[in-house]
């Protein structure tokens, strides 16, 4: 892990995973949110962990991390055996209160001996060291049947380097591959954008703006969240409940007609939002059939990251929400639209090889009353 100039945060052992004792039968206890956390390396993922884990904030966090680093300060604990005498994981508790533990097979058996603890665990988060791609990570914490009804995926949250971003974000010539720092903000919820600092006192406020603006045109529904050694306030970054469909804060943008969500002057080659408006109702069938061929088809030769949405439903007086990561997509009833609300589909994508024009005209497929 990066950023090795922190004060190792204090250890103790753990004794207990589970005390029984602090579970009352039948209780029902809401699921522990879960955090991913991304970035490129150096941008300061491991800055923004020892904050955590070193913060008096009063919160149970669990951290888990591919290994553990020279730069926490944390001695191996305990370890629990698996089957067969397997190692499964290394755990540590912090003095702030906060556990700290390693994924060395299964990241579902490392949540689920975390859930154990849950009535301990105000949230979890999920460090990503060496992967580029959060998506996967969003497929198991989102909706797997196994971990549903014991943890949510609550936000995905990526850090970036003010001082190095654009930097990062312009193409390898000697590389076919995509910079890896577009998929981590193309699928942020969340962006830190941290070491501003550093970014020169006499133009600080132009170069922030201008960085942003780069930031809104890969990915315009991110909160971007400014930010010194990652020391931010941490209500901002848990439980953004980013995947809730009944959130309210999730719906305000989309249904704010005044603000425009498409990033404009872009190729359709790079990274970037687009959004798409329809007044008429629809057939829910039909969007369900028009989403899969696009995201599991790549039916016009979209690459779709992201997609989110509110839909305007044949005899229906809810509003829907669409959420979409990658293949997997969700649509739900979210809330009964209100008196003042003018009823439509709004969906925002966010990807390559975006076409608006296709997009809308294939939607109208969906529109009730048409073949």
Not at 38 to 51: C, D, E, H, Q, V
Not at 111 to 118: A, C, G, P, S, W
Not at 165 to 170: A, I, P
């Amino acid at each position: 892990m990066e950023d090795s100039d922190e004060e190792p945060p204090l250890a103790v052992e753990i004794n207990d995973a589970v005390n029984s004792n602090q579970l009352t039968e039948g209780s029902e206890i809401p699921p522990v949110g879960v955090t991913v956390i991304t970035g490129y390396l150096g941008s300061g993922k491991s800055t923004l962990i020892n904050y955590i884990l070193k913060t008096q904030h009063g919160k149970k966090i669990a951290v888990i991390l591919n290994e553990f680093g020279e730069e926490l300060g944390v001695e191996r604990a305990m370890i629990n055996e698996g089957e067969e005498g397997n190692l499964v994981e290394e755990w540590v508790e912090l003095a702030n209160g906060c556990i700290c533990c390693t994924v060395k097979h299964s990241l579902v058996q490392a949540l689920e001996q975390l859930v154990q603890r849950k009535e301990r665990l105000d949230h979890i988060l999920l460090e990503t060291t060496g992967l580029a791609n959060p998506a996967p990570l969003a497929s198991v914490l989102w909706l797997d049947d196994q971990l549903e009804s014991d943890v949510r995926l609550d936000s995905i949250i990526t850090v970036v380097d003010a001082k190095n971003l654009r930097y990062q974000l312009k193409p390898n010539p000697d590389s076919s591959s995509f910079p890896e720092a577009y998929l981590q903000i193309a699928f942020a919820d969340v962006i830190i954008l941290n070491k501003v600092d550093l970014i020169s006192q006499d133009d600080s406020g132009a170069v922030l703006e201008e960085l942003e603006k780069e930031i809104r045109d890969v990915n315009s529904l991110a909160n971007i969240i400014h930010s010194v050694r990652c020391q931010v306030d941490l209500s901002k970054i848990l439980n953004c409940q980013a995947y809730d469909p009944t959130h309210a804060a999730h719906l305000e943008a989309l249904l704010k007609e005044n603000k425009s969500l498409t990033t404009k002057g872009l190729h359709d080659s790079e990274v970037r939002t687009l959004c798409i408006c329809d007044a008429q109702q629809i057939d829910l069938d039909k969007v369900r059939i028009w989403l899969e061929e696009l995201l599991w088809d790549k039916k016009y030769g979209m690459d779709v990251y992201r997609c989110k949405g509110i839909l305007r439903v044949r005899n229906s007086d809810e509003l829907h929400t669409l959420q979409g990561v990658r293949e997997i997509y969700e649509i739900v009833p979210s809330r009964k639209w209100r008196n003042e609300e003018i009823q439509m589909n709004k969906i925002v994508f966010i990807g390559r090889f975006l076409n608006e024009e296709i997009l809308l005209k294939s939607l109208h497929t969906c529109i009730v009353g048409t073949n």
